[in-house]
C-alpha cells in the first residue's frame, strides 16, 4: 500500500477503520467459503485450501467459527475473533457474552478476561470455595481482636472485609457477597 504524504489524521483513521472492517469480514467470508466447500465439493476442497497459502489450522478454526455462528446470529458491532472467544459454549451462553461485550464496548481481550474469571468464580451461590492464606502471627492477632471488637466470628468479619473492598469496584455478571458465608480455611 502506499499512502500519499499529505493524507490528513482523519483520512487516515477512515482508511485503518475500513481496512479492519474488510480484514474481519474476510476471516467470515473465508469460513463460509470453506463450509460451502465441504459441502459441494468434498473431492477438491483440498485443493481448494492450497491455493489460499494459508495455515490449514487457520482456515479450520474459519469454518469452526463460521458454522457456530449463522450469519444470522453475527454482532456487526463485534468482530469475528469476538466470536471465535465464544465459539465453544453453548448458544444461549454466546448470545449472554456477545450482548455483554456490545453493551460494554469490550475488546476481545477484555472478553476473553471476563470470561475466564467468570469460569474461576462459582457461579452458584450454594458453592463454597476453600481459600487459603497464609499471614504473620501479628497481624492474624490484630485482625481477631478487630473481629471480635465488631462482635463478629473471626471468618464472618474476614468475609464481611473482603465484600466491602469487593464493593467499591464490582465486576460485572459477578455476583456480590453470599447471605451465607462460604467456608474459609484461615
Same mark, same amino acid.
Given at each position: 500500500?502506499?499512502?500519499?504524504?499529505?493524507?490528513?489524521?482523519s483520512?487516515? @483513521? %477512515?482508511? !485503518?477503520?475500513q481496512i479492519?472492517?474488510?480484514?474481519?469480514?474476510?476471516a467470515w467470508w473465508l469460513g463460509d467459503w470453506l463450509i460451502f466447500g465441504q459441502e459441494h465439493y468434498p473431492d477438491r476442497y483440498r485443493r481448494a485450501l492450497k491455493q489460499t497459502s494459508l495455515d490449514y489450522q487457520t482456515l479450520r478454526n474459519y469454518a469452526w467459527v463460521a458454522r457456530k455462528f449463522?450469519? !444470522?446470529r453475527r454482532r456487526a458491532r463485534l468482530s469475528? /475473533? %469476538? %466470536?471465535?472467544?465464544v465459539a465453544a459454549v453453548s448458544e444461549a451462553e454466546q448470545d449472554v457474552w456477545l450482548t455483554r461485550a456490545e453493551e460494554g464496548g469490550?475488546?476481545?481481550?477484555?472478553l476473553r478476561r471476563r470470561m475466564r474469571m467468570r469460569r474461576q468464580t462459582p457461579e452458584e451461590p450454594d458453592e463454597r470455595?476453600?481459600? %487459603?492464606?497464609?499471614?504473620?502471627?501479628? @497481624?492474624?492477632? @490484630?485482625? /481477631?481482636?478487630?473481629?471480635?471488637i465488631a462482635g463478629l466470628d473471626f471468618r464472618e468479619w474476614i468475609i @464481611?472485609?473482603?465484600?466491602?473492598a469487593a464493593a467499591d469496584d464490582p465486576v460485572p455478571g459477578i455476583p456480590g457477597p453470599a447471605t451465607d458465608p462460604p467456608a474459609l480455611g484461615v
Amino acid at each position: 500500500m502506499s499512502l500519499p504524504p499529505d493524507l490528513s489524521l482523519s483520512e487516515w @483513521r %477512515h482508511l !485503518g477503520q475500513q481496512i479492519h472492517t474488510i480484514a474481519d469480514s474476510s476471516a467470515w467470508w473465508l469460513g463460509d467459503w470453506l463450509i460451502f466447500g465441504q459441502e459441494h465439493y468434498p473431492d477438491r476442497y483440498r485443493r481448494a485450501l492450497k491455493q489460499t497459502s494459508l495455515d490449514y489450522q487457520t482456515l479450520r478454526n474459519y469454518a469452526w467459527v463460521a458454522r457456530k455462528f449463522e450469519p !444470522g446470529r453475527r454482532r456487526a458491532r463485534l468482530s469475528f /475473533q %469476538h %466470536h471465535a472467544e465464544v465459539a465453544a459454549v453453548s448458544e444461549a451462553e454466546q448470545d449472554v457474552w456477545l450482548t455483554r461485550a456490545e453493551e460494554g464496548g469490550w475488546t476481545r481481550n477484555e472478553l476473553r478476561r471476563r470470561m475466564r474469571m467468570r469460569r474461576q468464580t462459582p457461579e452458584e451461590p450454594d458453592e463454597r470455595a476453600v481459600v %487459603h492464606v497464609s499471614v504473620v502471627a501479628e @497481624r492474624r492477632i @490484630r485482625w /481477631q481482636r478487630a473481629a471480635e471488637i465488631a462482635g463478629l466470628d473471626f471468618r464472618e468479619w474476614i468475609i @464481611r472485609m473482603l465484600d466491602e473492598a469487593a464493593a467499591d469496584d464490582p465486576v460485572p455478571g459477578i455476583p456480590g457477597p453470599a447471605t451465607d458465608p462460604p467456608a474459609l480455611g484461615v
